[in-house]
Structures are given as C-alpha cells and as structure tokens.
C-alpha cells in the first residue's frame, strides 16, 4: 500500500474495466481474496466491489472482510476523481492491536488487545480526514519513554485526524489508576 508499511497475504482474485465510452469513464471491479491477511492477524475472506456513478461523478466503493464467525471490515462510499473527493464510512470489529505494533513502535511497544473502529474518512484524497471513535478492549502496552506497562479497556475519539483521550484509563501493572487526557 502507498505509503503504508504493512505486510498484505493472500491470493486476489477477479475482474477490473476501466474505459471511457464517449468521454464518460466506465469502472467496474469485482475482487476477491481469499484468505486477506494484514500485519500478521487474518481479516479473511475479502471482496472490493467498484462501480461508476454517471450521476454524481464518482466511483462507488464497498469492502468488505470477514469470516465466516464474524464481519471485521465493512467500509463502503465513493471516490469522485475530478474534485479528488473522498466519503466513506468505515467500520472495523476485533481488530488485533498487535497489527499495530509496526506503527507505534516510537511511542509504544508491545502492543496487544482488540479495537473496533467507527470512522468516516471524508475531505480529498490531497488531505484526507479522519473522524470517529476507537473503543478498546484489553488493550495492553508498554509506554516507551516512561518504560511501563499499562492495561486499557476505554474509548478513544479522533476528530480532523488527531487522536484524543479524553478521561482515558489505565491501569500499570499495580492496579495504580491513570487518567489521561
């Protein structure tokens, strides 16, 4: 992935058109993977279905990855190429924090837990922005420059792609309550 640094198994399957009928771009896709695995944690089974939209100008996107136990990533919206556009609703279950360690690695270490995610991911493919909510469960890690190991079950919100806490909880391994905003 551009600019993301990220470790991506598994076989893609499938058919993608991109063509201009009379000045008009015509996209269609309809992708599989099989088994869709990122950073190590299995999302599963994976489709991205792609479609034009003549009347607003823009490509209609769903993803989708699951298993056959749970839906993990549903995100769906639409990319307008013109204005560069983006408008999407994405929304994560059971997300292993670990698949995080390779981007948090200056801050925190050891990282471990599960996140669902609630986010929308709008303004243009030039600057895009972030909004939502993170809620935690048995998060758990290490805050480098303090060298402690704290645990989490909380809410994060992160508003024009900033991370909030807001009346955050942690505990260190004593049971010694944090509250961090």
């Known amino acids: ?44 089974t994976t489709r991205l279905n792609a479609d034009w939209d003549d009347t607003r100008g823009a490509i209609n996107i769903t993803l989708s990855s699951g298993t056959e136990d749970s839906k993990i990533l549903d995100a769906k919206g639409a990319f307008s190429p013109n204005s560069k556009k983006l408008d999407f609703d994405i929304l994560m279950n059971d997300i292993k924090l670990q698949a995080f360690n390779p981007y948090a690695e200056k801050g925190l270490k050891d990282l471990s837990g599960e996140v669902d995610v609630n986010l929308s991911l709008d303004g243009t493919l030039d600057k895009p922005e972030l909004n939502g909510t993170l809620n935690l469960d048995q998060g758990e890690a290490t805050i480098s420059f303090l060298n402690t190991h704290y645990i989490f079950n909380d809410q994060a919100r992160i508003y024009h792609n900033n991370l909030y806490l807001e009346d955050f909880v942690a505990l260190d391994e004593l049971g010694n309550r944090a509250l961090i905003s």
């Open 1 to 44: 992935l551009a600019g993301l640094n990220a470790t991506l198994a598994g076989n893609i399957s499938g058919n993608a058109q991109f063509q201009k009928l009379d000045g008009v771009p015509y996209i269609f896709a309809d992708l599989g993977v099989d088994t869709l695995v990122f950073n190590d944690q299995m999302l599963g």
